[in-house]
């Protein structure tokens, strides 16, 4: 059973299409503006989509923004949202492994800091996200 960590290709779509209906109630498939916006994922620099392949299947994803600042002598740092993992692969270790993976790649684009969207509302996320190495923030605000 081959477990593989990557950046997405346009392949992953209908792979990825799945996890995102997977976690989010009354999702249908993605729409052409979807496919649009996955395509420039691909295509742009700027945030990558993550993914885990288990045979040959994506079976995990997130987004992961490389974002450029002025700030820590022109470093960048890193946003990542979206984690997902397919209902019927949880508890196998692949949040860990894509969160590692993340992580690493984040390091690796020189980021000095590095952002995980999460529920801090869920106790077993905020669980999930302390045992990565990431700590509970209180400095950061949401619009919505």
Same mark, same amino acid.
Not at 88 to 114: H, M, P, V, W
């Given at each position: 059973m081959a477990i593989v960590c990557r950046t997405a290709k346009a392949e992953d779509l209908d792979d990825i299409n799945v996890l995102f209906q997977s976690v989010q109630r009354g999702a249908v498939a993605f729409s052409r503006r979807q496919e649009i916006v996955f395509q420039r994922l691909l295509?742009? !620099? +700027? $945030?990558? @989509? @993550? $993914? $885990?392949e288990q045979d040959e299947f994506v079976v995990?994803?997130?987004?992961? !923004?490389?974002?450029?600042?002025?700030?820590?002598?022109?470093r960048p740092y890193a946003m990542l949202n979206h984690l997902i993992v397919d209902p +019927?692969? =949880? =508890?196998?270790?692949? !949040?860990? =492994? +894509? +969160? /590692?993976? *993340?992580?690493?790649? *984040?390091?690796? /684009?020189?980021?000095? &800091?590095?952002y995980l969207a999460a529920d801090a509302t869920q106790d077993? &996320?905020? *669980?999930?996200?302390r045992k990565s190495g990431f700590v509970v923030d209180q400095s950061i605000f949401v619009y919505r």
């Open positions: 295509d742009e !620099a +700027l $945030v990558d @989509l @993550l $993914v $885990v995990a994803c997130c987004h992961c !923004a490389i974002i450029p600042t002025l700030g820590f002598d022109g +019927l692969n =949880r =508890r196998q270790g692949l !949040a860990t =492994r +894509l +969160l /590692s993976y *993340a992580s690493e790649y *984040a390091k690796k /684009s020189g980021c000095y &800091q590095i077993w &996320q905020q *669980a999930f996200v």
